[in-house]
T-cell receptor
Framework: DGGITQSPKYLFRKEGQNVTLSCEQN?????MYWYRQDPGQGLRLIYY???????QKGDIAEGYSVSREKKESFPLTVTSAQKNPTAFYLC???????????FGEGSWLTVV | QKEVEQDPGPLSVPEGAIVSLNCTYS??????FMWYRQYSRKGPELLMY????GNKEDGRFTAQVDKSSKYISLFIRDSQPSDSATYLC??????????FGKGNQVVVIP
């Protein structure tokens, strides 16, 4: 199957811990994004990358970090500095005909 | 003014009715327009993609774009309970600038 694969689907984190969410794609997309989705707030951009070894902050980057060492992979680390990390995180790839946007299945992060 | 406006609903319709969803946008650079369906606790799945003004049909779904008015619509004919979901509009300028509506919750009542 092709597409955007996120893991894990559900993750529980203790306060003070860093966690990393995985995002892998086999669509050969150059551009990849991380969004956070909260009820009533829509999608908010955390980080994006248009090319390997380069990435840019989005609107709510504080408390998050990313890397893009390979075209296929764009992991997101939620650090202990993120004050309200409990949310649904979506990885997005963009490319192909008309720069179509594809979403992963999402990762639910809960801080306990 | 937000880049994309989408009425969050919820929108309740009886089974078999036509569902009509809309988004307006302010950035005339947007060229590509998409609609997604999102079930609870799942990632959005692509329903329709279009890049020109006019209508595009795919089964029970019709996507409509009016670039002069900066207005896009999604119509669902013969709605089914399985269509109950949140519908998200999205657009791109072709240069990696993306914008999304907040999503519109639809409930189809059997």
């Amino acid at each position: 199957d092709g597409g955007i694969t996120q893991s894990p689907k559900y993750l529980f984190r203790k306060e003070g811990q860093n966690v990393t969410l995985s995002c892998e794609q086999n669509l050969n997309h150059d551009a990849m994004y991380w969004y956070r989705q909260d009820p009533g707030q829509g999608l908010r951009l955390i980080y994006y990358s248009q090319i390997v070894n380069d990435f840019q902050k989005g609107d709510i980057a504080e408390g998050y970090s990313v890397s893009r060492e390979k075209k296929e992979s764009f992991p997101l680390t939620v650090t202990s500095a993120q004050k309200n990390p409990t949310a649904f995180y979506l990885c997005v790839g963009q490319g192909g005909t008309g720069n179509t946007i594809y979403f992963g299945e999402g990762s639910w992060l809960t801080v306990v | 003014q937000k880049e994309v406006e989408q009425d969050p609903g919820p929108l309740s319709v009886p089974e078999g009715a036509i569902v009509s969803l809309n988004c307006t946008y302010s950035n005339s650079a947007f060229q590509y327009f998409m609609w997604y369906r999102q079930y609870s606790r799942k990632g959005p799945e692509l329903l329709m993609y279009t890049y020109s003004s006019g209508n595009k049909e795919d089964g029970r779904f019709t996507a409509q774009v009016d670039k002069s008015s900066k207005y896009i619509s999604l119509f669902i004919r013969d709605s089914q309970p399985s269509d109950s979901a949140t519908y998200l509009c999205a657009m791109s300028d072709g240069n990696n600038r993306l914008a999304f509506g907040k999503g519109n919750q639809v409930v189809v009542i059997p």
